[in-house]
């Protein structure tokens, strides 16, 4: 069985600032890993995944994350934030091809002006 | 179709009574998910569908879940004597297959028992 915990229930930035959410799974067997985001009234949408190869994945409007197995890790960091980034972003972890997914409890990231 | 559609966007009912939620994938997309989503909290896995068959439905509470995929394409969730804690967003998803290319969800079902 994996779990998946975002520290940050919620990160409030201003504009213009870096921001890191973060995530740590347990699991043990070999995961693939995911962020989703959902904005206001909005569906979840896939914001960028980890499957294998290089730790660190890029992902849709400047987001990137940082796989780290020693860690159990896999942290959601953007350089510059803008106000519509502002969305709860969730973290999840699939175990091998069992095709579903544990997800975390989500962090709404406030971007202020 | 473009996106995953799920019906209705909204549902009332009394305790008690019997709903279907429905849900219309990606087409050629043969795998189907459902999630639930309590206020504050990520989605929780119900159910999942490879083609016709549940490949997976651990997540199904208890027996007054089923969900069907007669035709490998459109999927219906079926709640019997619905409990005021079945309230939250049902959540559809669908993928090309059960590799981890990630879902493309729809928008949901926000299912509320009075």
């Known amino acids: 069985a994996q779990s998946v915990t975002q520290l940050d229930s919620q990160v409030p ?39 294998s190869g290089s730790t660190l994945v890029k992902g849709i409007n400047g987001f990137e994350a940082e796989f780290n197995k020693s860690q159990t890790s ?3 960091r953007k350089p510059s934030v803008h106000i519509s980034d502002t ?10 091809n069992a095709g579903k997914s544990t997800f975390g409890d989500g962090t709404t990231l406030t971007v202020k002006p | 179709g473009a996106g995953v559609s799920q019906t209705p966007s909204n549902k009332v009912t009394e305790k008690g009574k019997y709903v279907e939620l429905r849900c219309d994938p990606i087409s050629g997309h043969t795998a189907l998910y459902w999630y639930r989503q309590s206020l ?5 896995f119900l159910i999942y569908f490879q083609g016709t068959g549940a490949a ?3 997540g199904l509470p208890n027996d ?19 409990e005021r ?30």
Request: charge should be negative.
């Open chain 1, 13 to 51: 930035v201003f504009e213009e600032a870096p921001v890191e959410l973060r995530c740590n799974y347990s699991s043990s067997v070999s995961v693939y890993l995911f962020w989703y985001v959902q904005y206001p009234n909005q569906g979840l949408q896939l914001l960028l995944k980890y499957l």
């Open chain 1, 74 to 76: 896999f942290h959601l």
């Open chain 1, 87 to 96: 969305a709860e972003y969730f973290c999840a972890v699939s175990a091998g």
């Open chain 2, 40 to 44: 504050g909290q990520g989605p929780e």
């Open chain 2, 56 to 58: 997976d439905d651990s």
């Open chain 2, 64 to 82: 007054r879940f089923f969900a069907v995929r007669p035709e490998g394409s459109v999927s219906t969730l079926k709640i019997q004597r619905t």
């Open chain 2, 85 to 114: 804690g079945d309230s939250a967003v049902y959540l559809c998803a669908s993928s090309q297959s059960t590799e981890p290319y990630g879902y493309t969800f729809g928008s949901g079902t926000r299912l509320t028992v009075v």
